[in-house]
C-alpha cells in the first residue's frame, strides 16, 4: 500500500501510530533515539503483520542526523514515503523564570526544527497527485503532525515547549499552503493521553476527570484521529484536538467565582 515514516515510534503514542498504520497495511520505518530494543521489538511486531518495518536512529537534536531520515527510510522500504508522521518531542517544564538558551534549543529543535527539515526531505521526494474520477487532484503525501492541545489552552507552565508547538501549528497551516495538492499536512493535539514518567499518579487522573467530558483520551483515540487523516482527502491545514474537551474548560474562578 504505502509506506509510512514515524518519529519517535518506539513507544508511546509513536508505537501506537506506527503499529496502526501497519494494521492499515503500510510498510513504517521506526525512528528511535535511544530506545533501541524497543524498537527493534516493534519491527518484528510489525513484521509479524506481513509488512516491511525498518529501525532508523537518529538524535533529532542533531542537524546533520536530520537531512538523511527521510531519504534513508524510503530506501529502506523501497520507494518514496507517502506519510510523514512528527511524532518525536521533548516536553519539560519551564517558566520565564527558569526558561534557558538550553531549554529553548532543546524544544525548537525537537518541536519545530526537525519537523521542518524532515517536511521538506518528505515533500522533496513525495509523488505528483493522481487524478480522481472527476478529475481532481489526490494528494499522495501526508503529513501528521503531533502538536498539544496547549495551543488551544495556553498556559505558562510550559513556556519553551508551548512556544515551540505554537510554532508548529503554523507551520502546519502554511506547509499546507505551499505543498497542496500534492501533499496535505495537519495536526493532532492529545490532551491527557499518557501519564508522563515524572507525573504523579494522581495529578495525571485529575487532568483527565476535569475536561468538558470527564475524561482523557487513550491511544486509540490517537490512532482513530490519524485513520481519519489518512481517509480524508479533502482535509489540510487542520487540527484535531483528541483531549477530552480538556482546551475547553471553562469553570475557572472568573467565570464562577472565587470559592470552587
Known amino acids: 500500500m504505502g509506506k509510512a515514516l514515524v518519529t519517535g515510534a518506539a513507544q508511546r503514542l509513536g508505537r501506537a501510530m506506527a503499529l496502526y498504520l501497519a494494521q492499515r497495511g503500510y510498510d513504517v520505518a521506526i525512528h528511535y533515539a535511544t530506545s533501541a530494543q524497543a524498537a527493534e521489538d516493534l519491527a518484528h511486531e510489525i513484521e509479524g503483520l506481513g509488512r516491511k518495518a525498518v529501525c532508523l536512529r537518529a538524535d533529532l537534536l ?8 527521510v531519504p534513508d527510510a524510503a530506501r529502506a522500504l523501497g520507494g518514496p514515503l507517502s506519510v510523514l508522521v512528527n511524532n518525536a518531542s521533548i516536553f519539560e517544564e519551564d517558566t520565564i ?39 481532481e487532484p489526490v494528494a499522495q503525501g501526508l503529513v501528521v503532525n ?57 495529578d495525571y487522573l485529575n487532568s483527565r476527570n476535569v475536561t468538558v ?10 490512532t482513530a484521529a490519524l485513520g481519519f487523516f489518512l481517509d480524508a482527502p ?21 467565570v464562577i467565582g472565587p470559592d470552587i
Open 62 to 69: 542533531d542537524e546533520g542526523a536530520l537531512a538523511p531520515l
Open 97 to 135: 523564570a527558569t526558561a534557558s538558551l538550553e531549554s529553548w534549543d532543546r524544544h525548537m529543535m525537537s518541536n519545530l526544527r526537525a519537523p521542518f527539515v524532515l517536511t521538506q526531505a518528505f515533500a522533496a521526494q513525495c509523488p505528483a497527485p493522481l487524478r480522481d474520477t472527476a478529475g
Open 146 to 202: 503531533m502538536i498539544d492541545q496547549k495551543v488551544r489552552k495556553l498556559t505558562p507552565q510550559h513556556m519553551t515547549y508551548s512556544i515551540a508547538k505554537m510554532g508548529l501549528w503554523a507551520f502546519t497551516r502554511m506547509a499546507a499552503q505551499e505543498l497542496g495538492p500534492a501533499i496535505r499536512v495537519n495536526a493532532i493535539g492529545p490532551g491527557p493521553t499518557l501519564q508522563a514518567a515524572d507525573q504523579p499518579a494522581q
Open 213 to 222: 467530558l470527564g475524561r482523557g483520551a487513550n491511544p486509540g483515540d490517537i
Open 234 to 254: 479533502a482535509v489540510t491545514g487542520q487540527i484535531l484536538c483528541v483531549d477530552g474537551g480538556q482546551h475547553l474548560i471553562w469553570q475557572t474562578p472568573d
